[in-house]
């Protein structure tokens, strides 16, 4: 059992920065690879970034290559997503997730256990 809380979430101008951290309860933590989801209003919830149980392989969707960098320090029970060069489609509550299991990082079946969510909105 895997207990995530995000925090970081705000507003902020178009190409600024904000970090989103996820807290994790749980000894197991550092055996799940781990991914960020968002969600616009009025759209699906659609794959971010994800991080192996390790950190040494990292994912991202097209729209946030070189932006955006996911990371994770097993030893605080943590995860981070660093947002930078921000714009107003970024905007979206933000879910940090613990998958289960499977061969696509991307697919969000894949991940058992959820946050809360964390509100981003981006001004232009």
């Known amino acids: 059992q895997v207990q995530l809380v995000e925090s970081g979430g705000g507003l902020v101008q178009a190409g600024g920065s904000l970090r989103l951290s996820c807290a994790a309860s749980g000894r197991t933590f550092s055996s799940y690879a781990l991914g960020w989801f968002r969600q616009a209003p009025g759209k699906e919830r659609e794959f971010v970034a994800a991080?192996?149980?390790?950190?040494?392989?990292?994912y991202y969707a097209d729209s946030v290559k070189g932006r955006f960098t996911i990371s994770r320090d097993n030893a605080k029970n943590t995860m981070y997503l660093q947002m930078n060069s921000l714009k107003p489609e970024d905007t979206a509550v933000y879910y940090c997730a613990a998958r289960s299991g499977g061969s696509d990082y991307t697919r969000i079946y894949e991940y058992k256990y959820w946050g809360q969510g964390t509100q981003v909105t981006v001004s232009s």
């Open positions: 991080i192996t149980w390790s950190g040494m392989s990292t």
